[in-house]
């Protein structure tokens, strides 16, 4: 199998995703992910890529599996050793942050990445070169090369009492430092990025569009709110097929499913499809959501039912497979 592939990416499940999908083709060469940025953030000065790094250290072999992001025996000591300037920084400064753990050989790949960028390197450009350092086959492409920045309106009520108030968070905010553990009444994306040339072309030019079993609303939400895009996917939709990221109307990894709930849809692989039913023809669903086929039918998707929790190479392969031929229906 020598098609192109191109897979709409967040972090962890697609890449797991992606790393099944290695196995199931000839050419890994093929295959290309388009890569959400919105989760991008700065921290230390440092330009950091979650999604991005999590692929790239997953793909490498790298990956620390209990945790699902950072690198295997990483160790911790720059951020413990920050923890001597704590009683010393001015109140109201964000120096220093502790709660955005960097381990201390994942700091080498954020230096490289910022000195890049100052030189004038494109995100495309670096995201390249890192994951040619990591010998990782398939194309990792950013969605932009420019900031989009993911901002979440989150119900908190620790100001005390018992009012409960609406304030904007950056994601990193919401989704690290108050772990996903508040309410969600809005998310919205912010700047002025556009699709990148390359992550245009792989979408155009890839004979299938597969959107990776991801957060549907801020992981392939950032993506599909650039300009263009969701009319480009519209307009090949028979050649796009959707995973869901829902499996027995629970997320597997991340705030899926309460994200989806408090946002007025429906925790399920069913609210899935009425998502991606405009830009998407099938979507694939795990054996313990098949009764939902016919609802899922109804909101104008095919149906392609099949294992879809990868914990084992073999089922992140089949998974692929069955994705793949989703997507070319007899």
């Not at 694939?284 to 016919?294: G, K, S």
Request: aromatic residues 4%; proline residues 6%.
């Amino acid at each position: 199998m020598t098609e192109r592939i191109s897979v709409v990416s967040g972090g962890v499940g697609a890449a797991r995703f992606l790393r099944g999908l290695i196995d199931a083709v000839s050419d890994p060469a093929m295959i290309a992910a388009i890569v959400n940025t919105g989760d991008d953030c700065t921290l230390h000065g440092l330009s950091i890529s979650p999604d991005l790094d999590t692929i790239t250290y997953t793909l490498a072999g790298a990956i620390d599996p209990e945790r699902g992001w950072g690198l295997v025996d990483e160790s911790w000591r720059s951020m413990e050793a920050l923890g001597r300037y704590e009683p010393v920084r001015p109140e109201g400064s964000a120096a220093a942050p502790r709660w955005f753990n960097l381990g201390d050989q994942d700091l080498a790949t954020h230096f490289y990445r910022t000195a890049r960028l100052d030189e004038g390197a494109s995100l495309t450009e670096v995201s390249d070169e890192i994951r040619r350092a990591w010998k990782v086959p398939v194309s990792l492409i950013p969605m932009s090369d420019q900031t989009l920045a993911t901002i979440v309106t989150i119900l908190d009520d620790s100001i005390g009492g018992s009012e409960t108030v609406q304030r904007e968070v950056s994601f990193q905010d919401y989704f690290v430092r108050l772990h996903h553990d508040v309410g969600v009444k809005a998310v919205r994306f912010e700047g002025n990025a556009e699709l990148s040339r390359s992550a245009r072309t792989s979408l155009t030019e890839a004979e299938t569009v597969v959107i990776a079993p991801s957060n549907p609303i801020v992981s392939i939400g950032p993506i599909r709110s650039l300009p263009g895009v969701d009319e480009l996917l519209a307009s090949r939709r028979d050649s796009v097929v959707a995973v869901s990221p829902i499996v027995g109307g629970a997320a597997l990894k991340g705030p899926a499913d309460r994200m989806m709930t408090d946002l007025g849809h429906e925790a399920s692989a069913v609210g899935v499809a009425k998502l991606y039913a405009p830009i998407a023809s099938a979507l694939v669903i795990d054996p313990v959501d098949e009764h939902l086929a016919p609802q899922i039918e109804a909101a104008g998707m095919r149906c392609v039912v099949t294992p879809s929790i990868m914990s084992t190479p073999s089922i992140a392969r089949s998974l692929a497979l069955a994705t793949l031929s989703a997507a070319r229906p007899s």
